[in-house]
């Protein structure tokens, strides 16, 4: 089963910054698998980004995905309020479905 | 629009047996397969099973294979998951999906049916 780590587990910064997050997997995954969802609290998750790239309906394109083989990143380029959530990647091999353990951006 | 709407939340003791559900509506249900995820409290996301709404094909994550089951009913665009025994370990949000092969991605979800084993 490939696990999927990401980090950092807490990110901490400001509106308005930067955010990279990271997730790797135990063994290569088809890129064409990889997908993001953002999670805020009291919600269901949200599909952001699909096929580790393309980003989803609706989706602003401040999110953006990028990766192959084992190393997936997701960016947001400028942040708004509304970004601070967690944010989960998940890849679909051989029948199965894993998703890393999440990342929690927070306001700092 | 599409979209999936679960049961309502649930309280059951140790041993009792559930079952939830799950209808789709705005899109052709047959068509997709719909994925059962699990939230502990404060805790990530699993995936525990998925289903394929055509013909029913089944797959478990080997962690909750023999441990729930999931089944789905084509006539009324449903999907189930169900419990014969359950524990306090079960007290968790449970969320259903739709995978979509056209995204290969979890595209639309449901609102999450939380239920809570307690004695």
């Known amino acids: 089963e490939i696990v999927l780590t990401q980090s950092p587990g807490t990110l901490s910064l400001s509106p308005g910054d930067r955010a990279t997050l990271s997730c790797r997997a135990s063994?290569?995954?088809?890129?064409?698998?990889l997908a993001w969802y953002q999670q805020k609290p009291g919600q269901a998750p949200r599909l952001l980004i699909y096929g580790a790239s393309s980003r989803a309906t609706a989706i602003p394109d401040r999110f953006s995905g990028s990766g192959s083989g084992t190393d997936f990143t997701l960016t947001i380029s400028r942040l708004e309020p509304e970004d601070f959530a967690v944010y989960y990647c998940q890849q679909y091999d051989n029948s199965r479905y894993t998703f890393g353990q999440g990342t929690k951006l927070e306001i700092k | 629009e599409m979209q999936l709407v679960q049961s309502g939340a649930e309280v059951k003791k140790p041993g009792e047996s559930l079952k939830i559900s799950c209808k789709g509506s705005?899109?052709?249900?047959?068509?997709?397969?719909i994925a059962w995820v699990r939230q502990m409290p404060g805790k990530g996301l699993e995936w525990m099973g998925i289903?394929?709404?055509?013909?029913?094909?089944?797959t478990y994550s080997p962690a909750f294979q023999g441990q729930v089951t999931i089944s789905v009913d084509t006539t009324i665009s449903t999907a189930y998951l169900q419990w014969s025994s359950l524990k306090a370990s079960d007290t968790a949000i449970y969320y259903c999906?739709?995978?979509?092969?056209?995204?290969?991605?979890?595209?639309?979800w449901g609102q999450g049916t939380t239920v809570t084993v307690s004695s």
């Open positions: 289903i394929y709404g055509a013909d029913s094909h089944l």
């Open positions: 999906a739709r995978y979509s092969g056209y995204v290969n991605g979890m595209d639309v």
């Open positions: 063994q290569s995954v088809d890129s064409s698998y």
């Open positions: 705005g899109y052709r249900f047959t068509s997709y397969l």
